[in-house]
Structure formats: C-alpha cells, structure tokens
C-alpha cells in the first residue's frame, strides 16, 4: 500500500487502524490501498484531510475538524494521535460499510484507554459516553470497559511493591529437549531465583504476589518441587500455580502445595482434549474432587473457538463449570489462521453466551486483553466472583506494578509511576540459549531493578 502523511511519527498509528480492517498480506500489496492524509492546524482547531482508494474498495475522502485542546508535549501528542486514528477509522468503516465493536483502539487492553480519559480530568461516570462519542466503541463494548475500571479494585502504585513470575517450563517445549537439559534448566533457575531475591532484599521490594508456571507438576518430583518452593517463601496474600495437566495435581503435591501458602490454582481442562470432541466433564469433576479439601482458590481457562468444539458443546462446558462455582473463570479466544467467517462469528456468540451467562451467576469481568489478527479482533476475558479477582493479572494487565519474571521465555518489567513509563527486559526463549546467556540475563535485570 501507498501511505502519504505529513504526520509521518504517526505512520504506525494509521497503519495499526488499517490493520483492523485487512491482513498484513493484503495491505503489503504495493496497490492495495493508497491513502493520503494531512492534518493542519488553524487557530484553536485541527482539521484532517484524508481520502482513500484501492482493490475493490469505493474511493472517498472527507475533512474531519477537532477542537483543539490547547495541551502540551506528550498530552498533546496523543490527542493528535487519536483524532488521527479516529479520522482513519470513519473514513475506512463508511467506505467498507463496517461499524467495529471496538471502534478505532488499536491498543490490546481498552481499560487501560479509560484510566488514561480519567486521568485526563473525565469524570468516572460519563466514560463510556466518551468511549462511545470519540472513539465510535459500542454501547456494549464500553459498558464492559466501565464495569472492568470499577472492579480492579486491587490496583495499588507503590515503587517499592513488586510481582515475582517463574516460568518453569516453556511454551511448546520438545519433551526429550528438555529432559536432556533439565538438571542443567532446574539449577539455572534457582540461580536466577536466587539473584533475584538478593536484588529484592538489598533494594528493598516488597513483593506483592507470586505466580509459578509449571504446565504439568509431573515435571518435578516432590522433592524438586519442595526446593522451588522453599525458594519462594514470601509472605504473600496471593500465590498462584499454574498447571495444564490437571493429573499431574497428585495428593501429595497438593498437600506440599499447601504446607507452602499457595493459595491459588489456574487450570486448563481443555489442553488435554485439544485435538478431540470430548467434553471436560470428567477430568474436571476428578480434579475438584481431589482439592476440595485443600481450599484453594481455582481459576479454570476455557478456549473459546476451538476446531473441534460446537457452540452447544461449549455452553455445556460453561455450565459444567458454573456449577463446580470456581473463583475465578478466564475465557480465552482460539486463534485459528485457517478459520472461516462462520467460525469467527459462532466464537462470537460463545463469547456472548459466556457475558450472560457469567453475570447471572454474579461473575464479575475484571481484566480483558484483545488482539487483532488477519484483520479479525479476539478478546480474552477474565472473570471473577466477588471480592476474588486475581492481583497478579490486573497488575500484569494495567502495566501498574513492576514484575520480576525469572526463567525461559519470560519478560521482567520496571514500572515508574511518576515518569509515566516503563522498561523491558526479556530472557532468551529457548532453553539453551537461557543457559549460555544466564550471568548476563542475572547483570541486566540487575541493572533494571536498581
């Protein structure tokens, strides 16, 4: 595609909008679309000139006029950017005959969006009005947003208050890899976990949660899971563990599991029936069965949109769960490269069913992630009951408290409230480049905590 601007630090902003309406295929055609945009400003106003023409798509251009502010420096610069990327969005949803349901944000957490208008000086009551009016969201979209901002009732800005994050094993791993390597991946992690709580004790942090990834505890024998844990003896209200292979979850490990203060189990019951048409119904009534008397709180993950499951077989799965009643219930979107538009909308209706079905049974959404892929937008929402929402998600999600993220494939973030910012640093995604890389991977996070 062609894209003219005199606004060329905003290039990538218009790209990004364009991005929710065609594939990065489609638009990295050198004809696919030619858009030319140039924005003036005159006296207290902001006036865009944008047309629009390509493949198949009805030519058009409008002059769209803003009031203009009056801000400084960065304020200033996102107002322009919005009312860029609005001015790209009417025109290319007037073009195409589209309205989106998140209207123009490009940005993965719209919540985020809203804390920032509140910030900005907008009363609390009248965001959704706003999200509606500028950003041409849907009265449903923005009522979810709203909800979202009054349930993250957790979120606190200290500096000193820090997240610890342990990935124990990665995505997709190749299982004779990683045995060939585990002594090697297990002492190298408690290298770095070590490390870490020298940084925390000298800084000092004050570590808010835990969250340990292990996708099956089958990973670790009891012993091996007693000196992980022994290493992460903090005096925490929240300590979650991660496990997909639910028959990993033996009695004694979840009677270790206690002795240690975990207070929290997220589950995937799906991940063992990925690739065949079988409902969770029997894995997930054995699990409860077997950490009834444990009293953890439970967080089950649903895939809505997987190839093998119909609209009917995922609201039996959702009512199977509604009534085993766990705390928390995140509802993730498939995301699938070959799937057709029938899928994508019958995803739709899933996510639908789950709105209403979650709030009759007074479950509250209290975080949401979207994503935009091939020109389609995927939405994961995190549900909770009552007073149960999980610290360690929302302070992952609203970017509000730094995290210390040890092991492979993982990303440690230093937050600065005053200065508005954040700073990244990302371990190597493979095992054996973690292992070569690890006293350096230990010096920069150093570096970034300091």
């Known amino acids: 595609m062609k894209l003219t ?13 364009l991005l929710l309406f065609f594939s990065t295929e489609f638009l990295n055609q050198d004809n696919s ?13 902001f006036e865009i000139k ?34 860029i990327k ?60 709203s909800m979202i901002l009054r349930n993250q009732e957790s979120i606190i800005r200290n500096e000193s208050l820090i997240n610890l994050y342990i990935n124990f094993c990665p995505e997709n791993y190749n299982p004779i890899d990683f045995s060939v390597n585990f002594l090697k991946y297990f002492n190298a992690l408690l290298k770095e976990i070590n490390a870490m709580k020298k940084l925390i004790t000298n800084k000092p942090y004050i570590v808010r949660t835990i969250y340990l990834k292990i996708n ?22 929240e300590f979650t563990i991660e496990c997909e292979e639910l028959k ?16 929290r189990l997220s589950i995937s019951p799906q991940s063992q029936q990925k690739q065949k048409k079988e409902s969770i119904q029997n894995d997930i009534i054995n699990f409860y069965k077997n950490i009834i008397h444990y009293d953890f709180k439970i967080n089950i993950n649903i895939f ?20 085993l009643s766990p705390e928390n219930i995140t509802i993730y979107s498939y995301v699938d490269n070959n799937s057709d538009e029938k899928s994508y909308l019958e995803m739709g209706k899933m996510f639908d069913y789950v709105y209403e079905k979650l ?17 389609r937008v995927y939405e994961d929402i995190f549900y909770c009951k009552e007073r149960a929402t999980c610290i360690f998600n929302i302070d992952k999600m609203e970017e509000t408290c730094s995290i210390i993220a040890c092991g492979v494939n993982t990303v440690s973030s230093k937050i600065y409230h005053i200065e508005k910012r954040q700073e990244k640093q990302e371990n190597p995604k493979l095992i054996n480049e973690y292992l070569e890389k690890l006293d350096k991977v230990i010096c920069n996070k150093n570096e970034l905590f300091e």
């Open 86 to 145: 609005i001015s790209t969005y009417k025109l290319m949803s007037q073009l195409l005959n589209i309205k989106l349901p998140w209207g123009c944000l490009t940005q993965n957490n719209p919540v985020k969006v809203a804390r920032q208008l509140i910030e900005s000086g907008i009363d609390e009551d009248f965001i959704e009005e706003r999200l509606i009016e500028f950003y041409d969201m849907s009265e449903k979209k923005a009522r979810l947003v």
């Open 304 to 323: 809505a949109g997987l190839p093998f499951e119909s609209l009917k077989s995922f609201k039996n799965n959702i009512d199977i769960l509604l009534e």
């Open 216 to 237: 099956s505890l089958s990973l670790l024998n009891t012993n091996e899971l007693d000196i992980i844990l022994n290493e992460l003896a903090y005096p925490v209200s």
């Open 5 to 17: 601007t005199n606004m060329e630090n905003f290039k990538n902003d218009i790209m990004n909008v």
């Open 359 to 375: 709030r009759s049974e007074n479950y509250k959404a209290y975080c949401i992630n979207k994503v935009t892929h091939f020109g």
């Open 50 to 83: 944008i047309s629009i023409n390509g493949i198949n798509i009805k030519s058009g251009e409008e002059t769209y006029v803003y009031q203009n502010p009056l801000l400084k420096d960065s304020k200033r610069n996102k107002f322009i950017c919005d009312i």
């Open 248 to 263: 990993s979850l033996t009695k004694e490990k979840l009677q270790l599991l206690r002795n240690h203060g975990i207070t």
């Open 33 to 45: 679309l030619s858009l030319n945009l140039h924005l003036i400003e005159i006296e207290d106003k």
